[in-house]
C-alpha cells in the first residue's frame, strides 16, 4: 500500500528527528503550514516540495506516489537490462515510472530510469486544465542547470524571469534553470509536455 503525500512528509521529518518547527525553520514557512501539509489539509507548490527535498535529504520524486501503467510497480523486462550493462537503457511505454504531483492534474513519466547518474532528465509531464506547477515562489534550479521543453499537445502559460509566454502545440521553449519560473495549464485541453533538464532534477 502506498503512502501519501503528507503521510510520507512525516515520516521523513520524524525519520531525521526533526520537529515541525525545525523542519518549518529550514524550508522558510510558518509550523501551521507543515501542520497542514502533514494532516493533508494543504497542498504544497513544486517549489516547497523541491525545499522540503532538500531539508530532508531526500530526492523530490520520493514524496510523489509513483506507478507503472502495467502493475503498479516498477518492472523492468530483460531487454531493458541486457541493454543497461551497455550504459544504454531502453524503457517500454508500459514500463514508464509515473510520477502524480500533489495537485491531482498533473503527472510525469520518466523517460529513463537511475536519473541521479546522468546528466540529464527528459520526463513527458501531462497537464489537466487548471493544473500546473502551483508555486507562489518561482521554481529555480541549481547555479549551471538548463531547461528544454516541447509541447506535444495544447498549449500552457510559462513565466520565466517574470515574463510571461503562452507556448503552442509545437513550440519550444529553452533557458537556464537558475532564472525563476511557473507554469500553468489555463486552457481547456489538456497539455502534453517533454521536459529535458540538465543536470537532473528529481
Not at 67 to 87: C, D
Not at 136 to 156: Q, Y
Amino acid at each position: 500500500m502506498q503512502l501519501s503525500f503528507n503521510e510520507r512528509l512525516k515520516q521523513k521529518r520524524n525519520k531525521l528527528n526533526l520537529t515541525i518547527e525545525q523542519l518549518a525553520n529550514l524550508v522558510g514557512c510558518s509550523k501551521s503550514y507543515i501542520s497542514q501539509l502533514e494532516h493533508g489539509t494543504a497542498k504544497p507548490s513544486v517549489t516547497m516540495l523541491r525545499k522540503l527535498a532538500e531539508a530532508l535529504n531526500i530526492q523530490m520524486s520520493e514524496f510523489l506516489n509513483d506507478k507503472t501503467a502495467a502493475n503498479g510497480e516498477i518492472s523492468l523486462g530483460r531487454q531493458v537490462n541486457w541493454l543497461r550493462s551497455g550504459q544504454s537503457c531502453l524503457i517500454s511505454e508500459n514500463e514508464r515510472r509515473i510520477i502524480n504531483y500533489p495537485d491531482g492534474k498533473s503527472k510525469s513519466a520518466f523517460l529513463t530510469e537511475a536519473v541521479y547518474m546522468k546528466k540529464m532528465q527528459p520526463i513527458l509531464t501531462t497537464i489537466e486544465p487548471g493544473g500546473g506547477s502551483n508555486s507562489d515562489d518561482d521554481t529555480t534550479h541549481p547555479e549551471g542547470s538548463e531547461e528544454f521543453l516541447f509541447v506535444l499537445r495544447g498549449e500552457i502559460d510559462f513565466r520565466v524571469d517574470n515574463k510571461n509566454f503562452k507556448l503552442k502545440e509545437g513550440d519550444t521553449f529553452y533557458f537556464d534553470g537558475v532564472i525563476p519560473h511557473s507554469w500553468k495549464n489555463n486552457g481547456t485541453q489538456v497539455a502534453e509536455i517533454l521536459f529535458v533538464w540538465t543536470p537532473a532534477v528529481w
